[in-house]
């Protein structure tokens, strides 16, 4: 068999002129993730019969010339989306056993695209961390250093891309669930405006700020798979009533002349003088490439993480509300009335994060606290996003570091809660204000661990983010490497 294009848009030219068929394609990537699973533990379940059958299906298609840019293009799903007949766990023992009967709307749309279903991968459970060690059933290892994490909470959708176990994964973005793990993995994570592509079937965290997203090898790969899951769903209620635009259109475009801002917040004491240095050699590589720079201020910047694990704990806490061991997911053996019922089977089924995110929300929420707290957050949330709005009235784009650190060891982190959190210190903002932003690869540590390029745009301009991103890109090598030795 011909040697195999690691992107989407090549594999979609080797399917069509023939040098292979879908089915040799899957049977690849089934060879692949049986040689590095056992050390990088990104999925919880294959589906092996589901891929095949669906690869048939795409071979047919290019037999009548009906194919699309994803048809029979291998990929993986995080473990919250649900995809009817294939279990759906959220990396929790509550669901363990849960399998929907139906299907997310972006699955539905990557299923008509003809794209080929190879598993679930491993998550934060219920997407609540940073670094998949969260997760009721394996840690997920980072393919560039086993020993450190791959980000999180879309760490096995990172990884699954990172390491050749598929083409490209989606993931969720609460508070920088994609982007974060694109950093720590090398590869590209984009979290879409709120509202640009549908929530319905996505198992909900915090439900005003979850988006999902793609995670690529390249931008070209974004903006094909934004092309197929963005658009307005009827069953979203929060989805937009806004025509999608063809976001591949938008590669290649000149920045002459884009002007692009840097939050002197983001640049802090504290920051890894390794991913400083790698930004700001980005910076300079924008200019060379004719863009304009200025230095902007978004002055609540320092109240972000505070004000994210009020509202996100709180709308979790109200959301988690329905794992009672009553309808479906995981029910305590032989309660002795309901209310054990419902304690024992919460007790048993959710894991230490997601109880202590639960109770952080219910208090938020509760009688004589929520005007402190809850209301009090949402406030603060409206400063932050009256930041961006005053600060694109003279950029077009935001630049800044996607993580304060390259990827760190496991269980580094995991005793301090708060030292965890604020590995999302520069993502956390985005989600808050609701607006589109990418991680890209701009470079590496002295250990060789990948370091991420955070790009901000305003709401519905992910064709700009995307033409930005691709002139970056293309200057540079880095999304062409990959881990060594795995």
Request: negative net charge; aromatic residues 8%.
């Amino acid at each position: 068999m011909t040697r195999l294009e690691p992107t989407a848009h090549g594999l979609h030219e080797q399917l069509k002129k023939k040098e292979l068929s879908a089915k040799e394609l899957v049977d690849a990537f089934y060879r692949r993730i049986d040689a590095v699973e056992n050390t990088v533990h990104a999925y919880n379940t294959l589906a092996p019969e589901t891929a095949m059958a669906q690869a048939k299906e795409a071979d047919r298609r290019f037999a009548k010339g009906e194919a699309g840019p994803l048809t029979g293009i291998p990929i993986a799903l995080k473990d919250n989306l649900c995809t009817a007949g294939l279990r759906t766990t959220c990396s929790s023992k509550i669901l363990e056993n849960f399998i929907p009967p139906y299907d997310a709307t972006v699955v539905s749309k990557l299923r008509a695209a003809g794209a080929v279903f190879l598993g679930k991968t491993n998550m934060d459970e219920f997407a609540m961390g940073s670094s998949t060690e969260n997760s009721a059933f394996e840690k997920t290892a980072n393919p560039w250093d086993p020993s450190r994490i791959p980000g999180g909470s879309s760490g096995g959708s990172a990884a699954a891309v990172a390491a050749g176990e598929a083409v490209f994964a989606l993931g969720s973005d609460t508070g920088g669930s994609i982007r974060q793990p694109a950093a720590c993995c090398g590869v590209l994570g984009m979290k879409p405006t709120y509202g640009r592509v549908s929530r319905y079937g996505l198992v909900a965290f915090a439900s005003s700020l979850d988006q999902i997203g793609p995670l690529t090898h390249d931008v070209t790969d974004a903006a094909i798979v934004m092309n197929a899951i963005g658009g307005h769903d009827s069953l979203d209620s929060t989805s937009a009533d806004l025509p999608l635009p063809d976001l591949c259109a938008a590669l290649g475009e000149k920045i002459q002349g884009l002007r692009i801002g840097i939050p002197k917040e983001y640049f802090i004491d504290g920051i890894d003088p390794q991913i400083r240095e790698a930004v700001e050699k980005a910076i300079e590589s924008y200019k060379s490439l004719g863009a304009e720079t200025k230095v902007v201020s978004l002055p609540h910047t320092a109240y972000a993480v505070a004000t994210y694990y009020i509202l996100a704990t709180a709308e979790a806490s109200s959301n988690l509300a329905r794992y009672d061991g009553v309808r479906y997911g995981h029910r305590t053996k032989n309660p002795r009335d309901l209310m054990e019922l419902y304690m024992e089977s919460r007790r048993e089924g959710f894991g230490p994060e997601v109880k202590r995110r639960i109770m952080i929300g219910a208090h938020a929420l509760s009688s004589g606290y929520y005007d402190a707290y809850y209301k009090k957050g949402q406030q603060v949330r409206t400063l932050i996003k009256n930041d961006f709005d005053e600060a694109f009235k003279s950029v077009d784009l935001l630049i800044t570091p996607t993580a304060p650190t390259a990827a760190f060891k496991m269980g580094e982190k995991v005793d301090d809660p708060l030292q965890m959190y604020l590995s999302d210190i520069f993502t956390i903002s985005v989600n808050l204000a609701g607006l589109p932003a990418l991680s890209l690869p701009c470079g590496f540590t002295l250990e060789g661990l990948p370091i991420g390029l955070q790009l901000i745009a305003r709401p519905f301009d992910e064709a700009g983010l995307f033409r930005a991103a691709y002139a970056y890109e293309q200057a540079h090598d880095f999304h062409l490497r990959g881990p060594e030795g795995l």
